[in-house]
């Protein structure tokens, strides 16, 4: 397997990417909506800001993720897969990488306006925006929050596609992202 994709597989360097963000979704979602119950105010405060800065984390890899897709070719779905089909899943994948890159900003908005910017060590991740309460609110509210519900959904339906093409269809759209796999 190379670093970079071809016409059937995606290449070591995406592989990478899609799971190591896949990964880091599956520890920040739980501790976004567990963080505000935890009783223990020093243990909360540790919970949110590694919260925060997976959050930057995954905004730095999708960023980046973006970027080498943009000079890769995409493996493309099998020749019978439905117009419909092909349409969602360009729709799908646009969503997420958008939402990707929504959701982490918004949170970062918000803790920045909140001056509850994310911290590693004594350095702070600041914004150059002044701590404003409404800002604060409005990206947590209106933002962050509903997209975070949303993006849950599409995430559920990306994985739901993956496994209808893999045990349904029985082709290699799923095999193809595997770190061991490929195009058979």
């Known amino acids: 397997m190379g670093m970079k994709n071809t016409s059937v597989s995606y290449g070591s360097v995406t592989k990478f990417f899609h799971w190591l963000i896949f990964l880091l979704i599956l520890i920040t979602i739980p501790l976004g909506y567990v963080m505000g119950d935890i009783s223990d105010k020093v243990l909360r405060g540790q919970v949110i800001n590694t919260h925060k800065l997976i959050g930057v984390l995954i905004l730095v890899l999708v960023l980046l993720r973006a970027l080498w897709a943009l000079k890769n070719i ?95 269809k029985r082709d290699d759209v799923l095999r193809r992202m595997m770190p061991y796999g490929g195009h058979r």
Not at 82 to 93: F, G, I, K, N, T
Not at 104 to 122: D, E, H, N, T
Not at 132 to 137: E, I, M, V
């Open 74 to 168: 995409k493996p493309v779905l099998p020749f019978q897969t439905p117009a419909w089909q092909r349409s969602a899943e360009r729709c799908v994948h646009l969503f997420l990488y958008l939402g990707l890159i929504v959701m982490p900003l918004s949170g970062l908005v918000g803790s920045v306006a909140a001056g509850r910017p994310p911290r590693i060590g004594k350095f702070s991740i600041e914004l150059p925006i002044a701590q404003s309460k409404a800002l604060s609110n409005f990206s947590f509210d209106y933002i962050h929050i509903p997209l975070a519900i949303i993006l849950i959904l599409f995430i559920s339906i990306h994985i739901l596609a993956a496994l209808y093409h893999h045990f349904i």
